[in-house]
């Protein structure tokens, strides 16, 4: 999997190697085991750029996988690559998995990359030892990850640390698989939900901001998911190319309450919607955490996008941008704000509004609409 820096916490200062261990889990958006982890370093300095993460694989699979991890470093933006692996226990001779890296020094330097550090931590956990490969002097124990410069930037930010990437990604299954049926078929039936006879297009569109704006409505009254009427008229309301627009629109700027909000309420149609109608919602999922910096989230959500409609353009070209780690910054104005509508949604209030209060349920294990 493919991941990308919070954008504006880039800047942050890892002073030790104990500390970037620690910061794992909120660089990635869970806790790492038994896994890879790849940090490249831009060009100038060593600003994280992009970072991938892979399971540990069998000993006859190490070098075919370094051969095809590494390569994706290998341009313009990255001079280098610090290497975590996670896993497994020391011995007399020091951290497990010394013929994987060794596999990884090949590749990197086929490719002329540096290799800026080789760590290695039992588990990223307060107390778990950790160990330089190319220091034997180096090491330590892991410090508390909630306690790092990395876990207060992003907590600030708004972001959620899940246990695994087991628990992230079931964030993104069907509420009710049965409601998803009963919705395919309807929509199958009901090719014009908004449409009654004598509307212009203009009042059809009119018909799909207001859907929308009502579903933003719902999620601040804490409502509960869409029923199925109101779940078949989202659906098509989305397809709308200046509905696109104004909803990709919403995650620009990054961090601000009501890009939270909307990030709910893609999660929430990504679980209500069937395919193809769900791929809209979890693009703008993934344009929303990806510009947030939520790099694991933005992935399975594009990856959704791209399972429920094989076909859709935009979902592949930002897939396509998130795989290679392209520059979060660089896709901010992929959203054609000149047809875009005005879907005439406001910040939520503070304190106290749905926003805040989704907040707070996305700190914990999922539930709800996470």
């Not at 620690?22 to 060009?43: E, K």
């Not at 392209?326 to 875009?340: E, H, I, M, N």
Request: proline share 9%.
């Amino acid at each position: 999997m493919t991941t990308s820096t919070p954008p504006g916490i880039s800047r942050a200062t890892l002073r030790n190697p104990a500390d970037l261990i620690a910061s794992l889990p909120y660089l990635l958006g869970f806790r790492p085991a038994d896994s890879l982890v790849l940090l490249g370093h831009r060009v100038p300095g060593t600003t994280i750029g992009l970072m991938l993460r892979a399971d540990l694989p069998a000993r006859e699979l190490q070098a075919e996988q370094a051969d095809a991890l590494i390569p994706r470093f290998a341009n313009r933006e990255h001079n280098g690559v610090t290497v975590v692996l996670v896993g497994g226990s020391a011995d007399e001779n020091g951290p497990p998995h010394r013929e994987f890296l060794a596999e990884l020094q090949r590749v990197l330097a086929r490719h002329s990359l540096r290799l800026f550090h080789a760590l290695w931590a039992s588990e990223i956990e307060p107390g778990a030892e950790w160990a330089c490969y190319l220091d034997p002097d180096c090491g330590g124990v892991v410090p508390d990850p909630q306690e790092t410069v990395i876990a207060a930037a992003t907590t600030e930010a708004g972001f959620v640390v899940f246990r695994s990437r087991e628990e992230l990604a079931a964030v993104l299954q069907p509420r009710c698989p049965e409601a998803i049926t009963r919705r395919a078929e309807l929509l199958a039936s009901s090719p014009e939900p908004l449409y009654s006879p004598g509307m212009s297009r203009s009042d059809v569109l009119d018909a799909a901001v207001t859907e929308l704006r009502d579903a933003f409505l719902r999620q601040r009254r804490g409502a509960g998911p869409p029923d199925d009427d109101q779940a078949v008229r989202l659906a098509h309301a989305l397809m709308f190319t200046p509905i696109r627009d104004a909803c990709m629109a919403l995650a620009v700027p990054p961090h601000t309450s009501l890009t939270r909000e909307a990030e709910e309420v893609w999660l929430t149609l990504v679980r209500e919607l069937p395919p193809p109608h769900r791929a809209e919602a979890a693009l703008y999922l993934g344009y929303t955490a990806l510009m947030r910096g939520e790099g694991a989230l933005a992935g399975m959500a594009l990856a959704n996008a791209v399972e429920a409609d094989p076909d859709h353009m935009v979902a592949q070209l930002l897939q396509t941008a998130w795989n290679i780690g392209t520059d979060p910054a660089k896709l901010a104005g992929l959203a054609d704000l000149s047809t875009a509508v005005d879907l005439g949604l406001s910040p939520p209030s503070e304190p106290g509004s749905g926003a805040e209060r989704d907040r707070g349920r996305r700190s914990g294990p999922p539930r709800g609409m996470r």
